[in-house]
């Protein structure tokens, strides 16, 4: 049985730090892309950031670029998302999620991820 289980989120001042964790088990994950969505109270779930489950290159939402930073721990089957410079729009429930590559994949779409955790909270606040 997959899952995937987020932690370390919290209430944090604006301009702070906080850094999210993903444990992944229940299967191999080296064919996967891992990302991380956030959805706000009101919205839509949005992506955030993604990158290979055996690292390479990432892909980042515009409104986190040079903020966040996502980075894989594989020994720990571990993903985190590491936010720095965190403003109150970044207020939102956190989710990683992992979806198997397909050719007709888009990975900024959350229906493309085949697995998801059951988030956590991030509160910035002003």
């Known amino acids: 049985q997959v899952q995937l289980v987020e932690s370390g989120g919290g209430l944090v001042q604006a301009g702070g730090s906080l850094r999210l964790s993903c444990a992944a088990s229940?299967?191999?994950?080296?064919?996967?892309?891992m990302g991380w969505f956030r959805q706000a109270p009101g919205k839509e779930r949005e992506f955030v950031v993604v990158?290979?489950?055996?690292?390479?290159?990432?892909y980042s939402a515009d409104s986190v670029k040079g903020r966040f930073t996502i980075s894989g721990e594989n020994a720990k089957n571990t993903v985190y998302l590491q936010m720095n410079s965190l403003k109150p729009e970044d207020t939102a429930v956190y989710y990683c999620?992992?979806?198997?590559?397909?050719?007709?994949?888009?990975?900024?779409?959350?229906?493309?991820?085949?697995?998801w955790g059951q988030g956590t909270q991030v509160t910035v606040s002003s």
């Open positions: 999620a992992a979806a198997r590559l397909r050719p007709s994949s888009n990975l900024y779409r959350a229906d493309a991820y085949d697995y």
């Open positions: 990158m290979p489950w055996d690292g390479g290159t990432t």
């Open positions: 229940g299967r191999r994950f080296s064919s996967y892309f």
